[in-house]
């Protein structure tokens, strides 16, 4: 398995901004940001194949999110824009060691995961 470590979750005003950072024991094949409130299932939100630097987002966050990757930190970022308070949730990064494709949503498809970075929004 690969170790992750996530940083850079904090609290923010509605309509800020905050970077996400993972960073790879290993470097893999795909990546992804999740988030998850109490209570809720845990929701995908963006996913990288390393090798390529394809992307894919959650409809929710599409057009406010950017996933992006620095290879040679071994290193995954979710640039986040525009954050309202439903953008409130625990924020996880797992790993994959292939490339995931229309199972990316899925928590299962995942075999690492890291301990999470919170994210508050509020008015």
């Known amino acids: 398995q690969v170790q992750l470590v996530e940083s850079g979750g904090g609290s923010v005003q509605a309509g800020g901004s905050l970077r996400l950072s993972c960073v790879a024991s290993?470097?893999?094949?795909?990546m992804a940001w999740f988030r998850q409130v109490p209570g809720k299932e845990r929701e995908a939100v963006a996913v990288i194949y390393t090798g390529d630097g394809s992307t894919t987002y959650a409809d929710s966050v599409k057009g406010r999110f950017t996933i992006s990757q620095d290879n040679a930190k071994s290193t995954v970022y979710l640039q986040m824009r525009s954050l309202t308070p439903e953008d409130t949730a625990m924020y996880y990064c797992?790993?994959?060691?292939?490339?995931?494709?229309?199972?990316?949503?899925?928590?299962?498809?995942?075999?690492?995961w890291g301990q999470g970075t919170q994210v508050t929004v509020s008015y």
């Open positions: 797992a790993a994959s060691p292939g490339r995931v494709f229309s199972g990316w949503k899925y928590p299962s498809s995942y075999d690492s």
């Open positions: 290993t470097y893999t094949g795909s």
